[in-house]
């Protein structure tokens, strides 16, 4: 059932601090919370008598993780998710889905530009722009006739040529196949100082991280910014921005930290479980993925997380019940990623690779925000 697992978990207040009331708890600061759970009991049945899933199953989810907040943050992420996704009709013309550009892709790396761009298209933008090095580029476009590729990254006219795009860009993902090549990311820091001063939302992963974690102030305070970091890149850049080694005890305080030192910087950490959070609150996605861990995962995420943020900025937080537009899309691309890991693996096991997970975009949205 693809309704029965990730929901908004912990709510944050103060500096850094979380929230939270143990379900069932029969102190005196428990009474609070065994209301609030009784009421979310009542809420989560009410949502189920809709849609279905076994409740134990659900609550049991929900709960695994001894943290509650308040009713009105247990909602059904899901359905905000579903909200800000923009309808089919056939009035619309070419692009208004969504424009989305990739930043990356270099002599040693060209599948992950590739994964990023093909995820964007498969969830449903438009078109898809990879901006790659000139010897990046011919390997790339071989791949898919469906992409378009602009061998600029390595010119000395980057920063112009990728400008140039950007007012017909509705976000960039900057990262996938990036490399760490000096010359490139002096160009890649260009392109994003540009992004921000157009006002274009950026989707920062891969080795645009390690540029991050050499030069926060590149993306401090930008509220278009989302960070997608693995466990490697997340410690990277809290040991770089916080100047602490990394508290391992609290994941979630960890990632909410970040994300205030960052200025409220939208940062989702891709793990076991994701753990996402604009400074405000923290969610959690634990769709249920699958044990492979292949190389590629990550830009599918990053691709299909460029379309959401454009959609759900375009919705506006009316359509995301007051929530964050972009912790929104952050938990759509993460679910719609390990929801897509679980069905390439179903059918494959083993020998499951990232190519078999795109296949399962479309069938993977359906399940989960169109059924
Ligand atoms: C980030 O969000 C927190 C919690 O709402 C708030 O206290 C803080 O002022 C915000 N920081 C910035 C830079 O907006």
């Not at 409740?55 to 929900?62: G, P, S, T, W």
């Not at 056939?90 to 930043?103: A, N």
């Not at 019940?321 to 972009?326: A, E, V």
Request: hydrophobic share 40%.
């Amino acid at each position: 059932m693809a309704l029965s697992s990730g929901w908004l978990v912990a709510c944050a207040s103060g500096q850094g601090r979380i929230d939270m009331a143990v379900p069932g708890m029969a102190t005196g600061a428990g009474v609070g919370a065994a209301v609030a759970c009784a009421a979310v009991v009542a809420l989560l049945s009410a949502v189920l008598a809709l849609y279905g899933p076994p409740l134990d199953a659900v609550l049991e989810r929900a709960f695994s993780l001894n943290k509650a907040c308040s009713i009105k943050d247990m909602k059904n992420t899901f359905q905000l998710v579903r909200n800000i996704i923009p309808p089919l009709t056939t009035k619309k013309h070419k692009g208004q889905d969504g424009r989305i550009g990739i930043v990356g892709g270099c002599q040693e790396y060209t599948g992950a530009p590739y994964f990023a761009a093909i995820s964007a298209l498969k969830v449903g933008a438009d078109l898809s722009h990879v901006f790659c090095t000139q010897e990046a580029a011919p390997v790339i476009k071989s791949y898919s006739p469906e992409l378009i590729v602009h061998p600029v990254l390595d010119s000395p006219d980057a920063v112009q040529d990728v400008e140039k795009w950007l007012p017909r860009l509705h976000a960039l993902v900057v990262g996938p196949g990036l490399g760490r090549d000096d010359g490139l990311l002096r160009n890649v820091k260009g392109i994003l100082e540009a992004s921000k001063a157009r006002d274009v939302p950026v989707v920062i992963d891969a080795d645009g991280l390690w540029l991050i974690a050499e030069q926060p102030a590149l993306i401090q305070g930008y509220q278009k910014a989302v960070l997608t970091p693995n466990h490697a890149e997340f410690r990277r850049l809290s040991e770089a921005v916080l100047r602490d080694p990394l508290d391992s005890s609290d994941p979630h305080g960890a990632v909410l930290r970040l994300s205030q030192a960052l200025g409220n910087v939208t940062v989702v950490r891709k793990g076991e479980r994701d753990v996402i959070s604009d400074g405000r609150q923290v969610l959690e996605c634990s769709q249920e993925g699958s044990s492979r861990r292949c190389g590629g995962q990550g830009d599918l995420l990053s691709g299909s997380l460029g379309v959401l943020v454009h959609w759900a900025l375009l919705a506006g937080p009316e359509k995301t019940d007051g929530f964050s537009p972009l912790l929104v899309a952050a938990f759509g691309a993460c679910s719609l990623t390990r929801q897509c890991s679980h069905q390439a693996f179903q059918k494959h096991g083993r020998s499951t690779t990232t190519t078999d997970m795109v296949a399962e975009v479309g069938p993977a949205f359906a399940r989960l925000f169109e059924s």
